[in-house]
């Protein structure tokens, strides 16, 4: 089975100011990882996933993760923060050639003028 | 295209009542989905189904029950609910293609509130 922790429950930085949201997963098989968003009283979007191929993967609004496999980590980064990205932040697994994702308890990113 | 359409957006019941949450995509998944979002909690899995007239448990499926008659619509009901079902409810889902996942695509939501 899967588990994903995220370590941080809420985040708050100043505008402008490079964010790193952490996401640390647990599987006995390999993974897809996945990020979400959620704005205020909205659904989940998806950010980005990775799949398989070059660790570093780019997502929509400047987003970007890094799948480390040996740290069995998955973590959200973003060089400069706007006032729009305030929302909460998903990270989720699944098995591979599975359908199922496990969720991760969410990080509050609160972005401060 | 309407993606994933949820209803109704905001529901308040009694104690003992009994609802349904219709869940309705026009993408042609295969897979669906219904979590249940509460604070501090994330999204816990209530039931799924892989596929028309298929359903499964999930990681919290005590007090609902789901069906799958038509590929486009997943229900959940509760018969009668309970105060600890209060809780935002979020249907999903999605697609399996060459053997890669990718992703779910989520409704909007349902706001349950059980007094």
């Known amino acids: 089975a899967q588990s994903v922790t995220q370590l941080d429950s809420q985040v708050p930085v100043f505008e402008e100011a490079p964010v790193e949201l952490r996401c640390n997963y647990s599987?006995?098989?390999?993974?897809?990882l996945f990020w979400y968003v959620q704005y205020p009283n909205q659904g989940l979007q998806l950010l980005l996933k990775?799949?398989?191929?070059?660790?570093l993967v780019k997502g929509i609004n400047g987003f970007e993760a890094e799948f480390n496999k040996s740290q069995t980590s998955f973590h959200l980064r973003k060089p400069s923060v706007h006032i729009s990205d305030t929302a909460e932040y998903f990270c989720?697994?699944?098995?591979?050639?599975?359908?199922?994702?496990?969720f991760g308890q969410g990080t509050r990113l609160t972005i401060n003028p | 295209n309407a993606g994933v359409t949820q209803t109704p957006k905001f529901r308040v019941l009694k104690t003992g009542q009994s609802m349904t949450l219709l869940c309705a995509q026009d993408?042609?998944?295969?897979?669906m989905y219904w979590y249940r979002q509460d604070p501090g909690m994330g999204l816990r899995l209530i039931h799924y189904?892989?596929?028309?007239?298929?359903?499964a448990k999930g990681e919290v499926p005590d007090g609902y029950n789901v069906s799958r008659l038509k590929k486009q619509n997943f229900l959940l009901g509760l018969e009668s609910a309970a105060p600890s079902q209060t809780s935002v409810y979020f249907c999903?889902?999605?697609?399996?293609?060459?053997?890669?996942?990718?992703?779910?695509?989520f409704g909007s939501g349902t706001r349950l509130t059980v007094v």
């Open positions: 993408m042609n998944h295969e897979y």
């Open positions: 599987s006995s098989v390999s993974v897809y």
């Open positions: 999903a889902s999605s697609l399996m293609y060459g053997g890669e996942n990718y992703g779910y695509t």
């Open positions: 189904s892989v596929g028309e007239g298929t359903t």
């Open positions: 990775y799949l398989s191929g070059s660790t």
């Open positions: 989720a697994v699944s098995a591979l050639l599975a359908q199922k994702l496990v």
